[in-house]
């Protein structure tokens, strides 16, 4: 009896907020030495195991650049696609106030956020399973549908200087405030990402450049 009580009191505790933000925020600055990238969360809820919010998500770049930042993520999965060893998988995701900083360095040429993706695939890639298809590339990482809420999206690439024309779009150094959009079948994939956006919209302040509508598929 006094093991069945410990055991309800400890899922008990696991649905609470607090307890759910102590255990991400003990674990955060392990994944963080693994990855060589700084990574904090500020708050997390878990809801009815199948669907998760994390609140002040940061990710720093070895260089210091803040990039990543979300004020509030939405997560929702099922929990048997969490263990799939072929395709690792979110039905949902909606992500408040995101702002992403992406820079290519100007000595290694390298974009911060590719040796993270790379890294993030060596510390999670699973043992080739023994069912899988001839095509097999390595675990799948799919979002069926996400949506992005008044985000912003930087771009610096620091080995081109920035042009001195200020009313025109400069495609090597921008920020986009004011990003909305659709996300559908998103997939990562070692360094491959592609998704198709729905209804995106977005302003860079510098250039009075506007994107009022753009329904596109990306592959990078």
């Known amino acids: 009896m006094g093991v069945l009580l410990l055991a309800v009191l400890g899922i008990v505790l696991l649905r609470t907020s607090p307890v759910q933000t102590k255990l991400a925020q003990y674990f955060a600055p392990i994944i963080s030495e693994k990855l060589g990238y700084p990574i904090r969360i500020g708050k997390v809820h878990l809801k009815f195991f199948d669907e998760v919010t994390l609140e002040s998500v940061r990710v720093d770049d070895p260089a210091g650049f803040k990039m990543i930042n979300i004020e509030k993520l939405d997560v929702n999965f099922k929990l048997k696609n969490l263990t799939d060893s072929v395709n690792l998988n979110l039905d949902y995701a909606r992500l408040y106030h995101p702002k992403i900083v992406l820079v290519i360095d100007k000595k ?11 890294r993030i695939n060596v510390l999670t890639a699973p043992e080739i399973p023994k069912k899988h298809p001839k095509n097999y590339r390595g675990q799948l990482f799919t979002i069926d549908e996400a949506e992005i809420v008044d985000g912003i999206f930087s771009f610096n690439d620091q080995q081109i200087e920035p042009m001195n024309d200020k009313k025109s779009f400069d495609h090597n150094h921008f920020t986009f405030h004011e990003l909305n959009t659709n996300i559908k079948n998103f997939l990562l994939i ?3 990402v592609s998704l198709q956006t729905v209804n995106f919209r977005g302003y860079d302040k510098i250039s009075d450049t506007r994107i009022r509508k753009l329904n596109t598929r990306f592959d990078f």
Do not use: H, P, V
């Open 108 to 118: 290694t040429g390298l974009l911060n956020i590719d040796e993270f993706i790379r």
């Open 190 to 192: 070692k360094d491959t």
